[in-house]
C-alpha cells in the first residue's frame, strides 16, 4: 500500500485557502467553511465544507481535490463574500461614525429642499 502524505508544499501559493485541522485531522477550504452555503442545486456540500478532506492521494492535478473545488461556483462566491467582510472589517470608520455620517448627509439633504421651498 503506498500513503501519500500532506505537506506544507500542498496549503501554499494557489491552494492557501485551505488549512488543516488538528481537530478534525482534516483539510478544509476556509471561505467556503465560513460562507458556503449548506447545499449547491439540493446536493448537501460536504467534503472540505462540512467535513474535512482526509483522503490525500489526489490533492492537487487537473482532477485533484484541492484544484477541482477551486473551480467551483460556491467556492468562488465564498471567497467573494469573504473579501468583502474582510475589506469591511478593515474600514478606517467604524458604525457610529458610518450613522453619523448618513445622518449629516441626510440633514444636508433636507436643508437643501427647505432652500428650494423658500
Known sequence: MCR?????????????????SLSQQGVFCKPCVLFAPDSVRDVKLDRLVKSPLK???HLTGNN????????????????TKASAFVKSFHKQSD??????????????????ALRVCE
Open 64 to 79: 485533484g481535490y484541492l484544484t477541482y473545488h477551486l473551480r467551483t461556483e460556491f467556492h468562488e462566491d465564498s471567497v
Open 95 to 112: 458604525v457610529a461614525q458610518q450613522l453619523n455620517a448618513a445622518a449629516a448627509a441626510e440633514i444636508n439633504k433636507n436643508r437643501q
Open 55 to 57: 483522503d490525500y492521494s
Open 4 to 20: 501519500k502524505y500532506l505537506g506544507p508544499q500542498h496549503l501554499a501559493d494557489r491552494y492557501s485557502v485551505f488549512s488543516y
